[in-house]
């Protein structure tokens, strides 16, 4: 089903060429963006990488196996005497040959375990790069939520401003009704004109708002940001978020995990640069053959070939105290990620304490503002009926449609705001599920 959203995402043209529009619903737009999110494919990529190098062989636990072959033809002068003058030789362009072919075979025996230093150092670049990926996924998600419900929020504005149109035209109606049998003038029926005027241009930049705002959740789905969509959705927000738990959940964070992983790495970058300073022991065996012939000469040929096993020791002694400084540096970059850590561990708690402050306090402001939202509609409906019967003044309907307005803005508002707080919460412990 989610293949052939897509396939109609990436065929779909604007409304204004005259197509149809596509309905968009949130976990749509999540696995649209968790497919094709670009972010995503370079941390799968940077991920497989990792997973390609975590093998024994790229840390130099494996043997290695050369074979080298050189075969060269020389033209030399040869002047060769002996203590018996007749076997003395004097040639010029004389044509030799000398063949060299080997094949060898050699493997670390110790090296004060630097392979296994290495080896232990690329599965924690794997495990980096998967708690990296993680992260991204979780980034890419609550960015889909936020924008998704940021069109939500601004459609809803949208339904304020319709609704707050049709009491307006409502008092046109009733002042044009009223003007007739001489009860209403002019110029009540300009200012509501006016007002109605106001409100249409508010319609059409709010309008405006809500394309743009489509326009940016498309690029985050990564199709073509002209594609017309339909989103009809609700800001339902989740009340029972438990922030002890939460916190403990942040803990497991994949940026603070991967901080950790980033530790472990550079202290065994640490071993590896120490080991430098250790001999190291190699096993050589192969097999070597040479054969050298000459057109003159006291040996015309000489052939020498068969396999050979030894063991070379390498003990560094002296090389200008690089292998010394290079330890320095790894120990100071093993206290910069244990510092980085640490600010992670501070600016995640630092953030999840500050979110759900004002995740409740917007939980809160929220209940007031649905109370004020149903007063300020039945304000509106009353006045309206006060305004028809001659009761109420147009300045009354005008504020009643003000506040209206205003209580119906500032819920929307609230709703969201305390919408984006979950979102951030839940990103922060690792818990937004596509």
Not at 23 to 43: E, G, H, M, T
Not at 388 to 406: M, R, Y
Request: hydrophobic share 45%; glycine share 4%.
């Amino acid at each position: 089903m989610r293949k052939l959203i897509l396939l109609l995402f990436i065929g779909m043209v604007s409304a204004e060429a005259g197509f149809g529009q596509m309905r968009l619903s949130l976990s749509d737009a999540v696995a649209i963006a968790l497919k094709n999110s670009y972010d995503i494919q370079l941390a799968k990529n940077n991920l497989e990488i990792a997973g390609i190098n975590n093998y024994v062989g790229v840390a130099g636990g494996l043997p290695t196996v050369t074979a080298t072959m050189n075969d060269v033809e020389n033209i030399t002068s040869i002047n060769q005497q002996f203590p018996d003058p007749s076997r003395n030789i004097t040639r010029t362009g004389v044509a030799s040959n000398n063949l060299n072919a080997n094949i060898t075979a050699g493997i670390v025996l110790f090296n004060g375990f630097r392979v296994k230093a290495a080896q232990q150092r690329l599965q924690e670049l794997q495990k980096m790069n998967q708690d990296m990926l993680n992260a991204q996924i979780q980034t890419t998600m609550a960015s889909v939520i936020t924008n998704y419900y940021d069109v939500v929020r601004q459609q809803n504005l949208l339904s304020t401003i319709n609704k707050s149109i049709e009491v307006s035209q409502q008092r046109i109606d009733i002042i044009k009704s009223r003007k007739e049998v001489g009860l209403a003038n002019n110029a009540d029926l300009y200012q509501a004109q006016i007002d109605l005027n106001a409100l249409v241009q508010s319609k059409q930049a709010q309008q405006l708002i809500i394309d743009q705002g489509k326009t940016n959740l498309l690029s985050l789905l990564f199709v073509s940001p002209d594609s017309a969509v339909i989103i009809s959705d609700t800001i339902i927000v989740d009340e029972k978020i438990n922030f002890s738990k939460l916190k403990n959940l942040a803990l497991k964070n994949p940026q603070i995990l991967a901080a950790e992983q980033q530790i472990k790495i550079n202290e065994l970058i640490e071993r590896e640069t120490a080991a430098l300073r250790v001999p190291t022991l190699r096993a050589n065996t192969g097999f070597n053959l040479t054969n050298t012939k000459s057109a003159a000469g006291f040996i015309l040929e000489n052939r020498t070939y068969g396999p050979f096993l030894g063991i070379n020791l390498a003990i560094p002694i002296y090389n200008g105290l690089i292998n010394k400084k290079q330890l320095q540096v790894a120990e100071i970059n093993t206290r910069n990620a244990k510092v980085q850590r640490d600010q992670f561990l501070l600016n995640i708690e630092t953030g999840a304490v500050r979110t759900f402050q004002a995740y409740t306090n917007t939980l809160a402001q929220l209940k007031t503002a649905k109370e004020n939202q149903v007063l300020s509609k039945q304000l509106l409906d009353l006045v309206m009926q006060r305004f028809q019967l001659g009761q109420a003044t147009i300045v009354d309907v005008k504020l009643a449609q003000q506040s209206f307005e205003n209580e119906s803005y500032r819920l929307v508002n609230l709703a969201f705001t305390a919408k984006v707080a979950e979102v951030e919460l839940k990103r922060l412990a690792n818990i937004i599920e596509p």
